[in-house]
C-alpha cells in the first residue's frame, strides 16, 4: 500500500498539533490542556475524544453495539453530526499529524496530479450557520484558538 499526498481547502481552524497546540489551553510541552483529553495517552486520538464531546454536547451518547444497525442508532448518528455541523481533519503526516476543525460542507480535496479550480467570489460567499457551528463547537470543546477567527486554510497531508 503507497502512500498518498492531499491537499485540501476547508473553512476553520487550525489546531496544530500535540507538540504546538494552537490554542490557549496549552499545557506541558505545548500539549492540549483539557479536562477531556489526556495527551499522554497515546492510545487516545485528539479528534476521536474531541467527537465523543460533541457528541455529547448535542445529546448523542448511545454507543454502537450490533443490533445498533437495526434500530436506528445510523439515523440518530447522522441527526447529531448534521447539529454539529464541524469534522476534524488532519494536516502534516500520520507520524506528526496536526489537526484542523473545519465547517462541515467546505471541505475540497485534491490528491498527487490532480487540481482544484477555485473561484475567488464562491469563497467569499456568506456560508450560513458555519461561523456559528464553528462557535459552539469550540465552546463545547473548551477552546479557545489563537487563531483570530475562521479562515479558509489550504493544508497539506502525506499518508
Known sequence: MGMNVEATL??????????????????????????????????ASFPDEAEKVLFASVGFTEEWTPASKDNGYYDRKKAAEQQIGVDFDYAGSHDYPAFVLYATGSKQSVDWAQTMTLDPNELMAPRPGWDAKLTAALASLGITPTQAGPRWLVFPFYG
Request: charged share 40%.
Open 10 to 43: 476547508a473553512y476553520g481552524y487550525d489546531l496544530g498539533s500535540m507538540e504546538d497546540f494552537r490554542a490557549v489551553q496549552r499545557g506541558e510541552y505545548d500539549s492540549p490542556d483539557l479536562p477531556w483529553f489526556d495527551p499522554d495517552d497515546e492510545d
